[in-house]
Each structure stands twice: as C-alpha cells, then as structure tokens.
C-alpha cells in the first residue's frame, strides 16, 4: 500500500511526501518491492534536485538485483549522470544496463556507448556498439546506429559498406519521417561520393577532348556538394592547363559560372 500511495503522491506533484513514502518502502522484505521503492526513490530525489541521494537509491535498487527494476534504475542513473556530465559513471550505468540485456533499454544503452567511444575516436568500439543496436532491430535507435556507422564507414572510404548498412535500414523503416529521411540523405551521399570516384578516374585516366572537359566538369561541380571547393577549383585549374583541353573546359567553367 505504501508504494500505491506514494506514486501517488509523486504523481500530484507532492514530492517530499512521495519520498519519504518510498524510503519507508525500502524495508520490503521483497527484492522487488524494495527495488520499485528504490527507484521510485531516486526519481522523486532528482526531480527535487537531491542528486546524489538519487544516485545513492538507484544503486539501492539495482544492487537488489531485480530483473525489471535493476535495469530501469542502471536507466535512470545512466542519463542522470550523463546530464550532470559525470562520464565516467555514465559509462559504469550504461554497461550495467548492457549486462541486464533488459530488450526495453538494451538499444538505448549501446548506443549510448557508441557515442562515448566514438567521442573518444574509437571507431572500431563504436562501429561494435551500432552493430548490436542494429541487430536489436529497436524502430527508434538502430535506425539512429545505422546512420551514424555508416556515416564513419563513409569517412573511411568503405562506401560499398556502408550502402549496405543504409539499404538494410531503409527497408526496415517507415517510409515517411524523420529517420527515413535521415537514412535517404545518407543514401545519397555515398553515391555522390561513388560519382565523385568515378568521375576522378575519369580525368585520371584520359586527356581526350569527347571525355575529359566533361569528366573536368561533372568532378569540379560535384566535389563542391561536399564541401571540397579548393578540390574542385584545382581540377579547373587542371583543365584549363591542358592545351588540348583548355578551350572546352573554358567554355564550360563559364557556363558553370553563369549558372550559379
């Protein structure tokens, strides 16, 4: 009856009274119900700005070793310490909630680790962490991992890898929103980087006049969508000091001008 009245409690708003409700609680003989005291605790103490005590009742309740309510505090306490900016114990709460493998907060943990490691720049930790959100199939976070692994696969120059990645996300989520289109933009950029490849090879690979201003032209326009515009202007430059291809490529940078 305790624990009723003092969700009740907490629920109207009366915090003070909720917590000392709850900390009656924590002498159920019941691991479970000391467990829901405990982290009804810690909620009530955080929200009254009492945040070490709440992380004291978060270790309470995990430390009873509940299958449901351990891992809800290992929750609670991870992102309450990640927004104090505590990271090391962050970290300790994520993995506890890691080895619960509880299917609600499992997701949501590993990528949060993704995220430290990859802060870190520890790709191949990270790129771990994504690849077990992923293969949760979580509708809200592994269409989140797979973004961000395949961004770091692109970065890497692994494009075909991270298609692959991005194609198995796209078919798995709903085809409106922000996640897909999120995955689609990504989509996008590795066959931009797949055309900027192509057409470098391109001009690489031959100085003929029905080839190469056009290949000149399609890298030079292209390369800027990535942010590399001192690439594109030196493969202008590298153009127009061809002279068996200058006067095209002349004709064509103008027009790239003259059109924006």
């Known amino acids: 009856m305790t624990l009723a009245q003092a969700r009740l409690l907490a629920e109207t708003g009366d915090l003070s009274a ?14 479970s119900g000391r467990a829901q005291a405990a982290l009804g605790l810690a909620v009530v103490l955080e929200e009254l700005g009492e945040h070490a005590a709440a992380r004291d009742a978060d270790w309470t309740a995990i430390e009873t070793g509940d299958p449901e309510y351990g891992p809800r505090a290992a929750y609670h ?9 505590d990271r090391p114990a962050a970290e300790q ?18 990528l949060a680790l993704a995220q430290l490691a990859d ?24 269409p989140v991992a797979a973004h961000d692994l395949a961004q770091r696969l692109l970065e890497q120059g692994q ?9 198995a996300a796209l ?18 950029l590795t066959h931009l980087e797949q055309a900027i490849g192509a057409f470098r090879a391109a001009v690489d690979a031959t100085d003929a006049p ?15 969508l990535r942010g590399r515009d001192e690439e594109a202007a030196h493969i202008w430059q590298r153009g127009l000091a061809d002279p068996l291809l200058a006067e095209q490529v002349a004709a064509r940078l103008n027009r790239a001008q003259s059109t924006g």
């Open 18 to 31: 909720a917590a000392e409700l709850f900390a009656a609680a924590l002498d159920e003989p019941d691991p």
């Open 77 to 85: 306490l991870a992102v309450s310490c990640e927004r104090a900016g």
């Open 93 to 110: 709460a994520w993995r506890l909630v890691v080895s619960s493998a509880h299917p609600a907060y499992l997701p949501a943990a590993c």
């Open 119 to 142: 802060d870190d720049g520890d790709t191949e930790t990270a790129a771990g962490w994504w690849q077990k959100v992923i293969a949760t199939g979580d509708e809200q976070h592994a």
């Open 159 to 167: 494009t075909a890898r991270a298609q692959q990645i991005l194609a």
């Open 171 to 188: 078919r798995a989520a709903p085809p409106e929103g922000y996640a897909y289109a999120r995955l689609a933009v990504a989509m996008g």
């Open 210 to 224: 029905d080839v190469a201003p056009l290949a000149v032209e399609l890298l030079a326009r292209t390369l800027p």
